[in-house]
Antibody
Framework: EVQLVESGGGLVQSGGSLRLSCAAS????????MTWVRQAPGKGLEWVAN????????YYVDSVKGRFTISRDNAKNSLYLQMNSLRDEDTAVYYC????????????WGQGTLVIVSS | DIQMTQSPSSLSASVGDRVTITCRAS??????LAWFQQKPGKAPKSLIY???SLESGVPSKFSGSGSGTDFTLTITSLQPEDFATYYC?????????FGGGTKVEIK
């Protein structure tokens, strides 16, 4: 059974840093693109970042470029999101998701971890 | 960036109704579109990929159509468990973008 379990969320001051983790199990982690998607309270979904199977390619939404870094450790079956220079508008539930085998769309999602940035 | 416009933003429907949700892309995305269902407090769940392919395990009451810029998600015979918010997402080019969502509520 596929499982994605996010952790690392919490309350952080504006300008601070946080590292989110996503522990994957039930599938061959290294064979799949992975993604982070966020959802501000009461708002819609916003794509944040993608990472290729081997970590060689990474893509970001403009609003987090230079502040967030997506990474993965295939030996540990884990996905990460390092978030620096956090802003109030980064407050959201952050979901990690596994792509389909072809790498086209987020096929399976974790339950999310809440990040609250307080000024 | 490709803008994804969903309509309506919300709708009220009765059990047994058929509903159609529209998603329009600001430029052609071929069939690079997925649909997701999200219930309150839960993670999104994929329903449709490649615009019209049904995700494994998803009931056939859900169907998707379209190509290029105009897409639809249709739900037939609406049941209580279908009341949720639905999102489209294009994966044609970066940055990936979602529609604003359509909340399907009970009339």
């Amino acid at each position: 059974e596929v499982q994605l379990v996010e952790s690392g969320g919490g309350l952080v001051q504006s300008g601070g840093s946080l590292r989110l983790s996503c522990a994957a199990s039930g599938f061959t982690f290294s064979s799949y693109w992975m993604t982070w998607v966020r959802q501000a309270p009461g708002k819609g979904l916003e794509w944040v970042a993608n990472i290729k199977r081997d970590g060689s390619d990474k893509y970001y939404v403009d609003s987090v470029k230079g502040r967030f870094t997506i990474s993965r450790d295939n030996a540990k079956n884990s996905l990460y999101l390092q978030m620096n220079s956090l802003r109030d508008e980064d407050t959201a539930v952050y979901y990690c998701a596994k792509y389909d085998s072809a790498g086209y769309y987020p096929h399976y999602w974790g339950q999310g971890t809440l990040v609250i940035v307080s000024s | 960036d490709i803008q994804m416009t969903q309509s309506p933003s919300s709708l009220s429907a009765s059990v047994g109704d058929r509903v159609t949700i529209t998603c329009r892309a600001s430029q052609g995305i071929r069939n690079n579109l997925a649909w997701f269902q999200q219930k309150p407090g839960k993670a999104p769940k994929s329903l449709i990929y490649a615009a019209s392919s049904l995700e494994s395990g998803v009931p056939s009451k859900f169907s998707g159509s379209g190509s290029g810029t105009d897409f639809t998600l249709t739900i037939t015979s609406l049941q209580p468990e279908d009341f949720a918010t639905y999102y489209c997402q294009q994966h044609h080019s970066y940055p990936l973008t979602f529609g604003g969502g359509t909340k399907v509520e009970i009339k």
